[in-house]
């Protein structure tokens, strides 16, 4: 290899060597803050000082405190909270046509298997309380519906998948709390 060939190879070996430390450099700088760990000085910035993270996971403030069952009307999202105020499990819901409005319930009567009033036979119906006639609670979907549901029929079914339908039908047993927020 000739000096200037040599000389050439070097020179493109610092430009690429300074093109991915710039790359680099724009990397870091676009973390988020919440992200990026410690601040160098051991205290953390005040962009990550004002950052709140939480995760669909975590447990509304709201919520009550003890042994409960939380149903978030506007995530459609149920916790199921331990006495030690600790979530044992949450998992998303397909909310009915009916809504029950945020308040404390408690559970009142459970089906271990049944038909919707959709039509659709389901499992582990856990009821809490009722709205204009229409009785509210979880369950589980275990097939197609047996017949189309009449043309207006109102549901107050909020599904889960099987699963999460077992778990809740574990958990809530008659009388535990169920507890509705926004």
């Known amino acids: 290899m000739t000096s200037s060939s040599a000389g050439f190879v070097a020179g493109l070996t610092v430009v690429a060597l300074a093109g991915v430390g710039f790359l680099a450099y724009q990397a870091s700088a676009s973390v988020p803050a919440d992200l990026a760990g410690p601040h160098p000085s051991g205290t953390p910035s005040a962009a990550t000082a004002k950052t709140s993270t939480r995760s669909p996971a975590d447990l509304p403030a709201a919520s009550g405190k003890g042994k409960r069952v939380v149903y978030s009307l506007g995530k459609g999202q149920v916790w199921l909270v331990g006495g030690d105020n600790k979530v044992r499990r949450t998992f998303k819901v397909t909310p009915g046509d009916l809504d029950p409005a945020p308040d404390t319930y408690a559970v009142t009567s459970r ?4 038909t ?10 856990v009821r809490f309380t009722s709205v204009d006639g229409v009785t509210v609670g979880f369950s589980a979907a ?8 009449a043309p207006k029929v109102r549901t107050g079914g909020i599904r889960e998948s099987r699963a999460d339908g077992d778990a809740l039908w574990r958990f809530a047993t008659i009388g535990e709390r169920v507890v509705v927020i926004r």
């Open 111 to 114: 089906s271990n298997s049944v």
């Open 116 to 125: 919707g009033t959709d039509g659709t036979p389901i499992e582990h119906v």
């Open 142 to 149: 275990v097939g197609a519906p047996k017949s189309a549901p």
